[in-house]
């Protein structure tokens, strides 16, 4: 019974990965690799390199990848629903409470001083992704010198369109990757 | 609470692109969230869309897949819920399954790899756009509280590598401490 055995493994992965996708990883590695021994080291470490470069969440990415090369199609749903299925239940009971109580004028309290909190995680994010950005390194390994031009006046350009035109987030992302190909092809370093 | 059936398509939409140019983290969808459905369509309050970060943050699972349930459900009950998670996820099981037959040619690919490189840049800019709004919003308040607390979770988590649930955690203690002496002071006045 492999599907059923791909099915409860994601989701012990959707239940106790708190904290965003980083923190499925481990989960799934310990699953895959150390419990059922459904695929080997290098292969899972093809699938975190695979993840990080795709969009979408990772823990859905992983369970996509995991899914196809151990079992197909079928596969692939059935990691991916193990994945949904704690998340959709708690957040849709989180969702129901917080409808019903959000005007409730303590709790608005409360509400209000985790907004601080979550403009910080956010801003904290987008400083981590400028970085990766700007010096291919974190703010640590980061050294002036390397600072890559392109990217720069990309980021720049973007920021200034968008804090001016009101532009669509997509058409920022999407714009910024062709110019930026495009750039770097016609410099030769491609 | 309103339901109306006839934004889920809008819905899907909506959510299938945010997914399908969603690279990075969980903070970067809600960013193309709050934008589309705070700024472009708005659906949700900036307020909401900030408490609803916090759920999310605080729930386990994917944190675009939680967005994706909460924000659904606030358009159209359990249906807006089913629709949503249906566009967030369509878009990486498609792209994923497709890579994974061929991802050594992928991974290797210098186009590629250029333009995700650049697009960073881009998805960078997007979030400090929503990071500018949403802290202005903060300072806005005149809280000397909330201001502190924003500018202490940066540095803890960017600097410090801090995790983003303690930080909801401590934060939520302080509201609690708020919330006492709040209700303190109001009997205070009606004594």
């Known amino acids: 019974m492999l599907l059923l055995k791909l099915f409860f493994a994601f989701i012990q992965v959707g239940l106790f990965s708190v904290g965003g996708g980083y923190a499925a990883i481990p989960l799934i590695q310990e699953q895959i690799v150390n419990i059922h021994g459904l695929m080997t080291l290098e292969e899972f470490s093809d699938l975190i390199t695979v993840a990080e470069m795709t969009p979408g969440p990772i823990s859905i990415n992983s369970a996509t990848f995991v899914g196809m090369r151990i079992a197909g199609v079928p596969g692939v749903l059935i990691c991916t629903l193990g994945c949904i299925i704690p998340s959709f239940c708690i957040c849709l009971t989180l969702a129901h409470f917080y409808y019903k109580y959000r005007t409730v004028s303590g709790v608005q309290v409360v509400l209000g001083s985790l907004r601080p909190a979550v403009v910080a995680l956010i801003a904290s994010a987008g400083a981590s992704i400028l970085m990766l950005g700007l010096f291919q390194a974190e703010l640590k390994e980061a050294a002036l010198s390397n600072i890559r031009v392109v990217e720069l006046v990309i980021f720049i350009a973007a920021l200034f369109i968008l804090r001016k035109f009101k532009t669509s987030a997509i058409a920022i992302i999407l714009g910024s990757g062709a110019a930026g190909t495009i750039i770097y092809a016609l410099m030769g370093a491609i | ?191």
């Open chain 2, 1 to 191: 609470m309103k339901k109306d059936y006839s934004k889920l398509w809008t819905l899907f939409k909506s959510m299938f692109v945010l997914s399908a140019c969603t690279f990075g983290g969980g903070f970067v969808i809600v960013s193309l969230m709050k934008k589309r459905y705070v700024e472009e369509l708005k659906w949700l309050e900036e307020d909401e869309m900030l408490d609803v970060t916090a759920i999310t943050q605080s729930a386990p699972g994917p944190l675009p897949v939680n967005a994706s349930v909460i924000i659904g459900y606030r358009m159209a009950g359990i249906a807006g819920s089913l629709t949503a998670i249906l566009g967030t996820i369509l878009p990486p099981m498609i792209i994923i399954s497709v890579i994974s037959l061929f991802y050594e040619q992928f991974r290797t690919n210098p186009y590629i790899a250029a333009a995700l490189q650049v697009m960073r840049a881009g998805v960078a800019a997007v979030i400090f756009d929503v990071v500018i709004n949403l802290a202005q919003n903060v300072v806005k308040t005149k809280r000397i509280l909330y201001i502190v607390m924003m500018i202490t979770a940066f540095i803890a988590t960017y600097l410090f590598d801090v995790s983003a649930m303690i930080i909801i955690l401590t934060c939520l203690g302080i509201g609690l401490i708020d919330l006492v002496v709040t209700l303190k002071k109001k009997k205070g006045e009606v004594a």
